[in-house]
């Protein structure tokens, strides 16, 4: 469900919107309605990729090098919050204690080598997660039984990444969980959700959702919603994403938490908002972080099935396919590697 954009006469540009001029037709697509900013080197780059001749830039209003040069003052910026999903983890339903760790920083505790390598990094993660708490200063027993652990950063995050590509504005949202305790025992999980923003419209068509080693699409109207944002439900243990509600722990778009029939030590009745990390251009609001390490080694001494702390290597998020490439989520049942 691609839509082929033809390529433009020309390109009027104008703090921060710009006007396709087509050839055939001579009337102009007006993005203005996108309402939410257009990055200009973003749709270069994406007419570059699709190996369309950008014809001559035409710049209209303030000064030429400025207005093409990206988002400059006064352009509209990438606002992550606008897809920003609400979750519903697992509860106690069924008679176990429900999910017990929630998307966080994947850089949560800069104190305490837990594993004792000599190095304070992310293979300490497991070790140093206190459990069923959400909050900025997290203290508590580790995962895995150390004593005093934190201080920890523990408040809900995304790591946010933006791409055009077949005629949407694709946004990104990566969760990273310290814990996968699930069938498939691992330490890391990078789970994922994609919404599918129409360049035409400005209005999201579809979303995205990461099951095991699947992407499952839905209509965006057909979705679930909070208040205009989607209500996605996170499976125990393994934080695979479902279209159907859970019964514990909520976590809203604008960082409202609750226990519901879940359990939660820290963080029940607050209001604690998305920590937005990005290095993209434009994005409103976003945190800069380092993309380091490259690969997360999912395993740890305290998986019976995957001991190795440093083995079971898998790629950070930014090293993969998808991250650039989101249009292979289309293709159902070939994710790259099962989180
Ligand atoms: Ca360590
Ligand atoms: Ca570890
Ligand atoms: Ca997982
Ligand atoms: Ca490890």
């Excluded at 408040?155 to 933006?162: E, I, L, Q, S, T």
């Excluded at 694709?170 to 969760?175: G, I």
């Excluded at 722990?249 to 209001?271: K, T």
């Excluded at 190795?308 to 293709?331: I, N, S, T």
Aim: glycine share 12%; net charge negative; hydrophobic share 35%.
């Amino acid at each position: 469900m691609k839509i082929k954009i033809p390529a433009p006469a020309f390109i009027a540009v104008s703090a921060g919107i710009f006007v396709f001029l087509h050839a055939k037709n001579a009337s102009p697509f007006d993005l203005r309605g996108a309402a939410e900013g257009l990055g200009f080197d973003t749709v270069i780059a994406d007419f570059e990729e699709a190996g369309v001749d950008l014809p001559e830039v035409k710049v209209s209003g303030e000064s030429g090098a400025g207005a093409a040069a990206g988002p400059g003052p006064g352009a509209a910026q990438i606002n992550p919050l606008k897809y920003l999903a609400t979750l519903q983890f697992d509860g106690k339903a069924y008679w176990n204690t429900g999910e017990q760790n929630f998307p966080q920083p994947f850089v949560f505790n800069t104190t305490q080598d837990a594993n004792g390598d000599g190095e304070i990094d992310a293979d300490d993660a497991l070790e140093n997660l206190v459990r069923y708490k959400i909050g900025r200063d997290v203290y508590g027993k580790g995962r895995s039984g150390l004593p005093d652990r934190g201080p920890n950063d523990q408040r809900p995050a995304v790591y946010f990444h933006y791409v055009v590509r077949g005629g949407y504005r694709v946004y990104e949202y990566w969760l990273y969980y310290a814990d996968n305790d699930y069938w498939n025992d691992h330490e890391h999980d990078w789970e994922r959700y994609f919404v599918y923003e129409s360049l035409l419209t400005g209005l999201p068509e579809r979303i995205v959702i990461s099951r095991h080693n699947q992407m499952r699409e839905y209509d965006w109207g057909k979705f679930p919603m909070d208040e205009g944002h989607p209500s996605i439900g996170v499976i125990g243990g393994g934080h695979a994403m479902r279209e159907a509600a859970q019964d514990g722990v909520r976590i809203r778009y604008n960082g409202e938490i609750s226990a519901n029939n879940g359990r939660l030590d820290a963080g029940d009745g607050q209001n604690i908002p998305w920590l937005i990390f990005s290095n993209d251009p434009g994005v409103k609001g976003a945190i800069s972080y380092v993309r380091q390490p490259d690969c997360f080694n999912y395993g740890d001494p305290r998986y019976f099935r995957n001991r190795d702390e440093y083995g079971d290597l898998r790629p950070a998020p930014w090293k993969r396919v998808l991250w650039d490439d989101p249009q292979y989520a289309d293709q159902g049942d070939t994710e790259e590697f099962s989180d």
